[in-house]
């Protein structure tokens, strides 16, 4: 069983930057990609980035493209969300997740198997 475990989250104004991570407890950890999704009040659990582990390569949803990066550094079983130039529609929890069988969509939700706690980003203005 793998434990995803998030920090970074916090409330920023406007215009502000975040940077999320999430370590896997697994010393073995080898998933197909990582995946960062948003849920809102109200609101589905939304794909916002993902990083295919292997190679590095990143997929965004459109809406934070230019300001969202998302990398991993395998050696510490951690990925990374570095967020900047934060809008007010910015703002829920932020879900790390796990995508260990390359099963389906890198944007939908129910292709990952694990998931993290989850960390609150708030963006006021």
């Known amino acids: 069983q793998v434990q995803l475990v998030e920090s970074g989250g916090g409330s920023v104004q406007a215009g502000g930057s975040l940077n999320l991570s999430c370590e896997a407890s697994?010393?073995?950890?080898?998933?197909?990609?990582m995946g960062w999704f948003r849920q809102a009040p109200g609101e589905e659990r939304q794909f916002v980035a993902s990083?295919?582990?292997?190679?590095?390569?990143?997929y965004y949803r459109d809406p934070v493209k230019g300001r969202f990066t998302t990398s991993r550094d395998s050696a510490k079983n951690t990925v990374y969300l570095q967020m900047s130039s934060l809008k007010p529609e910015d703002t829920g929890v932020y879900f790390c997740?796990?995508?260990?069988?390359?099963?389906?969509?890198?944007?939908?939700?129910?292709?990952?198997?694990?998931w993290g706690q989850g960390t609150q980003v708030t963006v006021s203005s």
């Open positions: 697994d010393r073995t950890f080898s998933p197909y990609a």
């Open positions: 997740a796990a995508d260990m069988r390359a099963s389906g969509l890198y944007s939908s939700r129910y292709t990952y198997e694990y």
């Open positions: 990083i295919r582990w292997s190679n590095g390569a990143t």
